[in-house]
């Protein structure tokens, strides 16, 4: 279901390729340390460009386009770990393009990804200690940035989103969860609602 998938890896590149298609994650970076990402594109998928349960990621110039979500940083629980598994820390996102994420959810019914509403940039779950800028995120449909970080319900192994919000650029978000979350001079343009 995924498309490039490192787990359990250590002091990687991705670099130069291109997945698209999958009913999960174009690109999973998961269990891993000391990673960079950089000139990949990645299309229709559910999540472009996934993370969780990783540190010290370093995503750059990564074109990201017509998936469901384009970038999802999510909390380990997502992965399958326990709901009070600690987050990871350093991913930095940067000089990214991140547009036109409003392909209509493929996931099968009843998994996690059936759940992710189609139009958002970047989701953020339950993270913290993360660096988002100069990113330039544009004509996504429903959201740029969407937050989740106070409104969300673990039900069994899934993790649902109720309620979230939306952030805007040279914000530093405050708060328990996504303390240390830090966005500076990203670009937003084209919100179609």
Partial sequence: MNGIYPTLSSNGRIVGCKSYGSLDSGLWIAGSVNVTA????IYESTTGFE???SKNLYATNNYIHNNVVGIGLYHPNMAGTEPDYPSYDNWVFENNHVYDNNLPNPAPAGTFQY????????LLVGVSEHTIKNNVFEDNGWAGVKDCQHRMHIIGPYL???VSRTFHIHLTFPGP?????HSTKNSFSNRLR
Avoid: K, P, Y
């Fill in 115 to 122: 759940a992710l509403q189609s139009g958002i940039g970047l």
């Fill in 160 to 162: 649902f989103l109720l």
């Fill in 51 to 53: 993370v969780t349960v």
């Fill in 177 to 181: 969860c996504s303390r240390f979350l």
């Fill in 38 to 41: 950089t000139d990949n594109e």
